[in-house]
C-alpha cells in the first residue's frame, strides 16, 4: 500500500455563473490526517472535494497535491479514490469482484486480482465474505466493502463524501470507530466531507468548518467545541446558548458583555482577542452542559434568573428548557445521577456557570440547525 501524501488548497474559489460555491479557501491537509470539512447543505464542501479529485475546475487557486499542481489533470490520472455517498456498488458482481474491479480495469490477472481482494478483506475485517453478492451484506459491511474498492486502486489521498448518512444511528457510530480503525493501519491521506458535528469530532485529526463557501476555522476538535473563531461555529458545532448584547469591559482575556439576562462574563475566545473593545456588539456563548442550577441567595456575574418551561429525561441526562429575563430561551443538561431531579415546570432558578467555560465572540451570523 501506498502512504498517503498532502493535499493543499491554496485560494481556491470555485464559481458557477454569478454563484461562488467556495471563496479564498486555504488549507493544508497533511500528509496521511483524517481531514473532515464540515458544514451544512449548500455550504461549498462538497464542491471542494469534486474540486480536489479532479471532476471539478477551479475558477481561481491552486489545488496541490503531493506538492503538485493538479490543474488540468483528469480524475483518472490523479492519485485519489473517491466513495460516493451512495457507495455505487455493482449488485450483480461478488463481493471481491466489486473490490477488485479497478484491478480488472487495469489487466491485471483474475488469481491476483482475488488475492488481493482478499487481503482487502482481512483488512475490513469481513474475511470469507468474498463469494457473496452485495446485497447479502449489511448497511455497515457495504460501507467497508465500498473503502476496500477504493482502497485495491492504491490511492494516495481517499476522498470520502457522506459515505455514513444513509446508515441508521448506532451502525453510523459504529462506522465511524471502523473508518477511523481503517485509515490509520493503511496511514492514507483521507479528506472526508459531513454535515454531522458528531463524526467530524470523533475521527479527524483537523476540521474546518464552512459557511457559505468560506472556511471560518480550522483546528483539531478540541480547538472547535472548546474555542470557537466565530459566533456561526459556536452556534453550529454543538449545543449552545447565545446571549448578544454590548461589551460593557475587558481585563486580562475577559470581557463582561452586557445582555437582557444581566452582565454576564466569558473568556474572550481566541480569535478575538484584541478584536472586542468596550462598546462592541458581542455574544457570549454557554454550552448547556456547563450550566448548573445554583444555591438559594446566590449571585454574581455569573447568575441569572430563569424559569423552567419544559425538561425532556433522555436515561443519562435531563434536558431543562428555560426563559431567561428579557426572554432569552436557554437549554442545560444535567447528568443523571440516579436520586437527584431537574427542577420542576414553572420553577424560578438562578441559573450559574464557570465563565471560563463561556466564550465571548463578536456579533455574527448564526446557524439555523443549532
Known sequence: MKSGVGVELDNLSIRFGDFTAVRNASVTIEQGEFFSFLGPSGCGKTTILRTVSGFQEPSEGVVRIGGQDV?????????????????????????????????????????????????????????????????????GQRQRVAVARALAAEPQVLLLDEPLSALDLKLRQHMRTELRAIQQRVGLTFIYITHDQGEALTMSDHVAVMREGVIEQVGDGKQIYDDPATAFVASFVGENNAFAGTVKSVNNGHAVVSTAAGDLPARIATAARGALQPGDSAMVFVRPENLAVAESGAGGDNHFAATVANEEFEGQSYHVFLKAEGGSEIKMTLTNQGQSRAPSVGAAVTLSYNPDQAVALPSGALSDQE
Not at 490543474?71 to 455493482?90: D, S, V, Y
Open 71 to 139: 490543474a488540468g489533470m483528469g480524475p483518472n490520472k490523479r492519485p485519489t479514490a473517491l466513495i460516493f455517498q451512495n457507495l455505487a456498488l455493482f449488485p450483480l458482481m461478488k463481493v471481491w469482484e466489486n473490490i477488485a474491479f479497478s484491478l480488472e480495469v487495469k489487466g491485471v490477472p483474475r488469481a491476483e486480482r482475488r488475492k488481493r481482494a482478499d487481503e482487502l478483506l482481512e483488512l475490513i475485517a469481513l474475511p470469507d465474505q468474498g463469494d457473496k453478492l452485495v446485497d447479502e451484506l449489511s448497511g
